[in-house]
DNA sequence: TTAAGTGCAAAAGCTTTGCATTGCC
DNA sequence: GGCAATGCAAAGCTTTTGCACTTAA
């Protein structure tokens, strides 16, 4: 990952700056782990109470095509944002809504086989995979 | 799958009933194979000019809960509804949108290690699997 | 100076809700 | 008659767009 002075350079080459708004949504990414560009919004509007959500939203597309967070769909409605570092693969249950993480890894096989079979380069970490967690299932 | 008949008794017992609406909107899914609620609903007006959007909503609501259909996040915005004999994994190429389809059973050893280590019960037809198709490396 | 960035308001897309009307059983 | 189902209009929620103002290089 890019550390702050890269990211200014990186952004710079393309006639662009790190302002604070920029900088205290990454920070709140980073902070909250997975949030939708709501909570991402509060979080920031609690140390810059005037920044607006469309700043917000702005900001996490830049973000995004720089690499340094990435979006994903946990289940229905919002997307949620995290870091770029936040490597996982999401569990979600759709009974409960609960999201649960595991490694990445789990994947690797599934993966290769799409890249073999039909040349699809999966991102597993963009998606969450939908199902029934365990406690829902006991609960049966 | 039930057929027509049991389809009307499993209605009738809850006090419901198979409005030709309802059977439109069924066919139209059927149809076109994974739609939006706005595609079906054009679909239905074909045949039926005055049905309206809310209506297909509601269909779709019910129809789902009946296990008629289900309906699958395969990106971003609206959400495609499709039969649920339409058994499909969906892979979604986030740099062109296209949509492709693999065999469920690629997923069965993934379904099996999410059981056995985390008592997960995958559902690996709701969420599609993201990433880069094969036309979309080759033109970089 | 000047182009990027921001905030605000309004618009746009998708979905739901309230309510009066319609039409089966 | 009574209740489910529908159509219509309006509201709700999330996200995007237009535009004038601000600010840093």
Known sequence: MSDQGSLR????????RMTPQRQLVLDAVRELGHATPEEICKK????AATVNITT????????EQ???VRHTHLGHGAPTYSAEEHEHVHLACHR???IDEVAIELLDDLAELLM???GFELDPTHL??????????EAD
């Open 9 to 16: 350079s990186t952004l710079h080459e393309r006639g662009m």
């Open 128 to 137: 969450a995979l939908s199902g029934t967690c365990r406690n829902c299932r």
């Open 116 to 118: 073999s079979e039909r």
């Open 56 to 63: 917000v939203y702005r900001a996490l597309d830049l973000l």
């Open 66 to 68: 720089l690499g340094l």
């Open 96 to 98: 409960c809504g609960r």
């Open 44 to 47: 920031v509007q609690g140390t």
